[in-house]
């Protein structure tokens, strides 16, 4: 089973304008990760935020991360036709009870970004 | 080599058939990941190493799918009497430790007809 949920499941929107994707998830976490896809091939990593951080940036990605909420959001702003993927948050869960720390997908927000 | 390696890009059998999909990880990453990929869904987790054990296989769908890592380095997942919904995309990880970033390799891409 799939522990993250993004929402939206799709999104279209203009070059430009800002692109907003969340995550929600269901059990403790280590990390939380954003990825993103093209294509349907490999996926490329963009983002780690820790369960301690609230906030991190790296270019024009900010992500936020609420762990009382259980929630995440990928923002990335002055989007271009080139942002055109899919988007994943993957969550590294906690171990417990003899689980491991394997790396859960969500189901992935499709964005595309018109010129 | 530079990045996460998968062999074959593609593959073709026959239903029934037996398969074997190889995974280059990246040189010194201990875990390694296999996750299976349908149209339009997320990566599926299927199995996870650290090092040459399987620290997590709970999500094998049934006893015909197989992994191994005998060396802590490369990867194979086996299929044994391969079925159409086996066709997928599947993909495989690399990550320096636990709790880091992954790296995948562009996957390769069963079709059982």
């Known amino acids: 089973s799939q522990q993250g949920e993004e929402d939206p499941q799709a999104l279209s929107i203009q070059e430009g304008e800002n692109a907003t994707m969340n995550c929600s998830y269901k059990t403790s976490i280590n990390n939380l990760q954003w990825y993103r896809q093209n294509s349907g091939r490999g996926l490329v990593h963009l983002i780690l935020i820790r369960s301690n951080e609230r906030e991190k940036h790296s270019g024009r990605l900010r992500v936020t991360l609420d762990t009382s909420k259980k929630s995440s959001s990928l923002l990335i702003t002055a989007s271009r036709a080139a942002d055109t993927a899919s988007y994943f948050c993957a969550t590294a869960l906690t171990p417990t009870q003899g689980g491991s720390e394997k790396l859960v997908f969500g189901k992935g927000t499709k964005l595309t970004v018109n010129p | 080599g530079a990045g996460v390696s998968q062999t074959p890009s593609n593959k073709v059998t026959e239903k029934g058939k037996y398969v074997e999909l190889r995974c280059d990880p990246i040189s010194g990453h201990t875990a390694l990941y296999w996750y299976r990929q349908s149209l339009g869904q997320g990566p599926e987790f299927l199995i996870y190493?650290?090092?040459?054990?399987?620290?997590?296989d709970s999500g094998l769908p049934n006893d015909r799918f197989f992994a191994v890592r005998p060396e802590g380095s490369v990867s194979t997942l086996k299929i044994q009497r391969t079925e159409r919904g086996d066709s997928a995309v599947y993909l495989c990880?690399?990550?320096?430790?636990?709790?880091?970033?992954?790296?995948f390799g562009q996957g390769t891409r069963l079709t059982v007809v």
């Open positions: 190493f650290q090092g040459t054990g399987a620290a997590d």
């Open positions: 990880a690399s990550s320096l430790t636990d709790n880091t970033e992954a790296f």
